[in-house]
Structures are given as structure tokens and as C-alpha cells.
């Protein structure tokens, strides 16, 4: 069988699929991705099949005139316009054109798109053969999902479709990432696979660097605002300000496109690096602050650590409400992401017992989900 992966060109948005490639690939079929630039060519260095589709993550500056615009909405409002005005209203139609050939050319037998594209199921639906969504965070909140159903069904109808429910979205069978604790309090009454797509502990190959099993012996902090949302220098000052005089070792990772030496010289309990492994770093730590995307908060979950969440944007607010609901987390908004805040958060994460012991049982969660071989049973299913 031949699965084709399909994403928005983010890491957030292809890294949930990788573990159901991998699956796939184990049981024998061939898998392949399509997504835009740059991501497409990081799949393709890592020795995967990629085919180019659609525009790449250039069409983020296409919303930088209207930065001040956007910041000014509250923050679900903000993702509402994204999703429809950028994932759908910009980036679908040329990634649909793309998919379109690629799917007549590959002829694969089955679709896996991520839920944020939207142009997979149009395509799949084209070809006659099934689609899945993959989740990568918690359920779509009714108004963007609203408004992106709204603006991708004029994209059915160019194409001679009726658009189903949810512009396709959901159609046959939902992977979803999300342990129970963490989903929202209302989401339809949709066909769903649980799967944990983080691997909860390190696999072989994945051992830590010297210089990380040499840190002083104290509790271990890891830092990261993600692949989007790191251009936040002066988050990362913050963070090094408010652990000046605290006895423990910070990870902190910038990210590809960043600079190390931008934050300057640093103690030895302190690293800086542009990318570390999650699977690396994470089973020596203690704690995290991150921006609370998807990807890092249930990275850091399946490994029990409790979570400063520092939400900036896209879906980081729903994930902070959420986590917090738990009691697994300490949330600090933009207008309160000071040094001594930020101290104050790192103390009660490392001293917090009732907060270590909420991760706990999200990691429990997360273990008891069944594996990304559940979900491909399925997908097999819906082929055969």
C-alpha cells in the first residue's frame, strides 16, 4: 500500500505524522510527504520520500503588514483569522494543484493529512481513494474550525464537489494525538483513533551528548519556544535573568535559523544550542518552559515534567487552558514574562510535588495510548 503524508511546510505540523510513517513503513507499505519548503527538503535530507506542494513558509511574511492588526485580537480571534485567511485562503489552492499531480503520478492509496490542511481531502476525494485527519494538539476550537470550513468549501465547489461535513475534515477517521485529560470540554461526535505520536522515552541512537550527561548534578531545566515562535530573543534573556542565582542547569534550544552567540557568553550550567533531540534532552530533566506548542508540550509530558508555558500565539493559549485545567502546568501571559515571574514559575515547578505529580499521570496517559500501529490498522482497514 502506498501512503501519502500530507502538512502545512512547519515542523509542528509534519513531525505528529512521522511516527504513523515510520509505523507504515514497518508493516511494509510505501510512505511518502508532501509539504512546501523548507520542510520538504529537511524530509528529503533525512533520506524520505517528499514531494513538493504548494507555497512554502514564505507566506507568513504575506501577514507581517498586519502584525499590529492581528496582536490587537484576543488570541482564539487571531487564530481563527490565520487559519482561514492563511492555512486556507492562501495556502490551499496551490498546494491543491500540487497534490492533484502528485497523487495522479504516485498514485498512492490512501491520504493522512494534518488537520490544519485542508487541501488533502479535496484531492483524495478527486482521485477516489480515502483520507485521514491527524491531529497535532488539542481539538479544534468551534470558531476556527467554523471559519476555515467556511472558507475552504468554495474550494469543493471549484472543483465540481459538494463539500461534506467540516470541509472534508474528519470524513472517514480522526488520529487523535490528545491524551483524555487534555481534550476539550465539547468537539463532535467524530470516528476517532487514539495514538500516542511522541515516544515517551529514548529509542536506540538516541543517547545524550557528553556534554549534557556532564552537566553539574542539580535539577535540569529545558527551554524552547518551538520553530516559529523562537525569533523571541528577549524571552530567552529573560529566562537566563531569572535563573542567575538559582542552583540548576538550563537547556535552552534556539532553534536552526538561530544564533548561540546572540545570547552571549555563559556559565557552564547553562547551554545553548540551535537543536537538541527531544528524546536526547528530555529524560534528563526536571522541568520545561515553552511557548506551550503541541509538539513540546506533549514531548515533555510523555516524560512526566511539569511545564512553565510562556503562550505567545496559534494554538499555545487552548493548550495553556488546557494543561492548566490538570494542574500539571504554571501559565504566564506576555504582559507577565519577566525575569521574576519567570523565576517564581521555575521554583514552584521544581518544588511543586501536587504539580510533578499531575505530569505524572498525563505521562500515564500518554503510555496507556495505544501506538501509531493502532492508528495504520486502521487506515488499512479503510483500503482494503
Known amino acids: 500500500m502506498r501512503i501519502l503524508l500530507t502538512a502545512r511546510p512547519l515542523t509542528g505540523h509534519v513531525e505528529p505524522l ?4 515510520e509505523a507504515a513503513a514497518r508493516r511494509g507499505h510505501e510512505v511518502a510527504f508532501a509539504t512546501g519548503e523548507p520542510v520538504v527538503s529537511q524530509l528529503r535530507d533525512r533520506g524520505l520520500r517528499a ?31 490565520f487559519f482561514a485567511e492563511l492555512f486556507v485562503g492562501i495556502e490551499l489552492e496551490p498546494r491543491l494543484d500540487d497534490l492533484v499531480r502528485v497523487i495522479d503520478e504516485w498514485a498512492p492509496d490512501v491520504v493522512l493529512q494534518e488537520a490544519a490542511e485542508l487541501a488533502g481531502p479535496i484531492a483524495a476525494t478527486l482521485a477516489g481513494i480515502p483520507y485521514v485527519t491527524v491531529g497535532f494538539g488539542a481539538f479544534l476550537p468551534s470558531r476556527v474550525l467554523e ?21 472534508g475534515l474528519f470524513r472517514h477517521l480522526y488520529v487523535d494525538p490528545f491524551p483524555p485529560s487534555l481534550q476539550p470540554p465539547a468537539a463532535p461526535a467524530i470516528e476517532r483513533q487514539p495514538a500516542r505520536l511522541t515516544p515517551p522515552v529514548a529509542s536506540g541512537g538516541d543517547a545524550a551528548p557528553a556534554w549534557l550527561t556532564g552537566l553539574p548534578r542539580q535539577p535540569t531545566v529545558y527551554v524552547s519556544f518551538g520553530t ?8 530567552f534573556q529573560a529566562v537566563l535573568a531569572a535563573v542567575e542565582d538559582l542552583a540548576v542547569n538550563v537547556v535552552i534550544t534556539l532553534g536552526t535559523n538561530g544564533d548561540p552567540a546572540a545570547l552571549g557568553p555563559q556559565p557552564a550550567n547553562v547551554q545553548v544550542h540551535r537543536f537538541v533531540p527531544q528524546a536526547q534532552v528530555l529524560p534528563l530533566c526536571d522541568a520545561v518552559i515553552c511557548h506551550c506548542g503541541s509538539g513540546t508540550m506533549l514531548g515533555a509530558l510523555a516524560h512526566g515534567l511539569p511545564l512553565l508555558v510562556l503562550p505567545q500565539g496559534a494554538d499555545q493559549f487552548t ?23 519567570i523565576r517564581r514559575g521555575i521554583v514552584d515547578l521544581l518544588e511543586n510535588a501536587e504539580r510533578r505529580a499531575a505530569a505524572g499521570r498525563l505521562r500515564d496517559e500518554i503510555d496507556a495510548m495505544p501506538p501509531p500501529d493502532a492508528a495504520i490498522e486502521r487506515v488499512e482497514a479503510l483500503c482494503r
Open 18 to 21: 512521522r511516527p504513523l510513517a
Open 51 to 81: 514531494f513538493a506542494a504548494g507555497r512554502g513558509y514564505e507566506t507568513r511574511a504575506e501577514f507581517d503588514p498586519r502584525a499590529r492588526e492581528i496582536s490587537a485580537l484576543d488570541p482564539e480571534e487571531r487564530r481563527v483569522v
Open 147 to 167: 471559519r476555515g470550513v467556511a472558507t475552504a468549501e468554495p474550494h469543493w465547489r471549484a472543483r465540481g464537489l459538494e463539500p461534506p461535513p467540516f470541509a
Open 228 to 235: 516559529v515562535w523562537n525569533r523571541r530573543t528577549d524571552l
Open 319 to 341: 493548550n495553556a487552558g488546557l494543561l492548566a485545567a490538570t494542574g500539571a502546568s504554571r501559565t504566564l501571559l506576555p504582559h507577565q514574562s519577566n525575569p521574576e515571574e
